[in-house]
């Protein structure tokens, strides 16, 4: 599997990419079944979202494990999909709930776009395998993008309790924190609903003199 790496901008100066992905690219080449997201968007919430642009930080586990559905950003659908948005549906309504606006583009490029960082702590999955890629070495990279992100104050949403674990590595008291359930259907109803994360993150991000996040439909999406 040739994996993209031209596009990382100051991403790409991270031990990961030297010491760790050649081992990884191997266990991605002996994979049987076939992996998503494809191999040209494994990196693209890096790619979309470069360090410095972080404002906010949304930690997911790992990319969808159904064909057509992943597209290398945590939670993120391409809009031609047509399946059930499971997780993101669920986020979705909690923005109406929160923030009283609708989303149905389930393309989350335009979050990316604005300092969101959208990231899986696998970057790739089989299909049909949940977790199927979780010890295969991603881990030393998202290790290194927290650290690389702790210098200064970020909204962290830490979704579930494997977030939540990662996220402690990150220990700068500037950060705003939201820790939750998960947004997927089996957890979101012990917690996720009535969190209000997205009216939380804009509200700080104002009080510290920053844009909001357009949450909602771009115009003209």
Known sequence: MRLELNRLG?????PFFHD????????????????????????AALERTPPEAVKVLI??????????????LAFSIPADFGGPLDSLGNI????????????????LRDWADQGVLLLNTALSVPQGRAHGHKAIGWTPLIHQIL????HRPRALLLWGKPAQKLGARMTNPGHL?????HPSPLSAYRGFFGSRPFSQVNAWLQGRGETAINWANQEGS
């Not at 650290?147 to 702790?150: G, S, T, Y």
Request: glycine fraction near 6%.
């Open 10 to 14: 100051d991403w790409a100066d991270l």
């Open 59 to 72: 930690l997911g586990q790992d990319p969808y494990h159904t064909p057509g559905k992943a597209d290398g």
């Open 20 to 43: 760790d992905l050649p081992a990884v690219a191997a266990r991605l080449d002996a994979e049987t079944d076939p992996v998503f997201p494809p191999a040209n968007r494994i990196f």
């Open 177 to 181: 924190r939201i820790e939750t359930p």
């Open 92 to 107: 979705f309504k909690e923005l109406e709930a929160d923030l009283g606006e609708k989303r149905e583009v389930s393309d």
């Open 147 to 150: 650290a690389r992100l702790d």
